[in-house]
């Protein structure tokens, strides 16, 4: 472990890293708002035919109700949260879950190009929780302490 947290302080103490991570958050924050806002507004995702897969799938989704709006909710939440200074981390563990199954679902219905963009969202939250490697180590050792 000592080659990772040497590296992590490495690159905690370059300012181009700095930048690149509040920018970072940024991204990942403008990614959520927009679909999180329409879906905490009630209002549909998209307005695909539902006679395709894709289509057919967040119409479901849309009729879930309270369950769609919930969704849109967690998503504005941790848009805020990464943006908040003493929250980020909080923000980058419950990015997780949520950008992982935006994946899948967008791999296993077969989406044309977004299986990229949200890859890339992936791997940003992955680097973001990095970035955060202290403070997740001591969530882990309280979590799993004796």
């Known amino acids: ?35 999180g806002l329409k879906k905490v507004l009630g209002e549909r995702f998209t307005i695909l035919d539902i006679e395709t897969s894709v289509g057919f799938f967040f119409e479901a989704l849309y009729r879930t109700g309270w369950y769609y709006n919930f ?15 003493r929250a980020t981390t909080l923000g980058a563990l419950l990015y997780l879950p949520i950008i992982i199954n935006i994946f899948i679902i967008v791999v296993a219905m077969h989406f044309t190009g977004t ?25 882990v050792f309280i979590l799993f302490e004796k």
């Open 71 to 85: 969704l849109g909710f967690m998503q504005l939440l941790v848009a805020v949260l990464i943006l908040i200074p």
């Open 115 to 139: 299986p990229y963009i949200v890859g890339l969202m992936l791997i940003a939250n992955l680097y973001l929780l990095f970035w955060d490697y202290n403070k997740i180590k001591k969530i």
């Open 1 to 35: 472990m000592p080659f990772i947290e040497n590296f992590h302080n490495e690159i905690q103490s370059k300012k181009l890293f700095v930048l690149f991570t509040w920018g970072t958050r940024i991204l990942l924050a403008l990614a959520f708002i927009p679909s």
